[in-house]
């Protein structure tokens, strides 16, 4: 009996193709963030805190794809560390808005340098309008994708 038609060629599927460059822009961040103490999630929890201060724990775990959980535990170190500071009590509501210090501020400036030199290599084949384009891309796909997961089944 043949299985044409059932599972997914590999060799042409985008999603895959898009798994793989994930995978492989983590491990190249992985390995240059190693050397300074840091992870991924350590450097999207600055990297957003520098975009969006005042961020509380909520937000930033979505904005770092990980559960509350593993956020608080990564925002208690880095709060002992000194690289953050969140207020004793909230201003409003429960959510404790979580701001750089300096400390942070410098330590991220050197782990943005890092990440953009990654950035940098992943791109060097592709020319400006190819970047555009792949960026375009990558938004639209993302885009039909939460439009989706919103509609329900007739």
Do not use: W
């Not at 491990?27 to 520098?50: K, W």
């Not at 005042?54 to 930033?60: A, P, Q, T, V, Y």
């Not at 559960?67 to 009590?89: C, F, I, K, P, W």
């Not at 410098?106 to 970047?131: C, F, K, P, Y």
């Amino acid at each position: 009996m043949s299985q044409e038609g059932v599972g997914i060629d590999l060799e042409a599927s985008v999603g895959y193709a898009l798994k793989e460059a994930s995978s492989a822009l983590r491990a190249a961040m992985e390995e240059v963030l190693r050397p300074l103490g840091m992870n991924v999630t350590y450097y999207s929890c600055l990297e957003l805190l520098r975009q969006r201060p005042g961020l509380s724990n909520s937000e930033l775990a979505r904005g770092a794809f990980v559960t509350r959980q593993a956020m608080n535990v990564l925002l208690q170190t880095l709060e002992r560390d000194g690289y953050v500071t969140r207020a004793s009590a909230a201003p409003t509501g429960r959510a404790l808005p979580t701001r750089l210090t300096t400390r942070g501020r410098r330590r991220l400036q050197t782990a943005s340098s890092a990440i953009r030199a990654v950035e940098n290599r992943m791109l060097i084949g592709l020319d400006e309008a190819e970047r555009a384009a792949v960026f375009r891309a990558l938004q639209k796909m993302t885009q039909s994708l939460h439009d989706a997961a919103g509609e329900t089944d007739p």
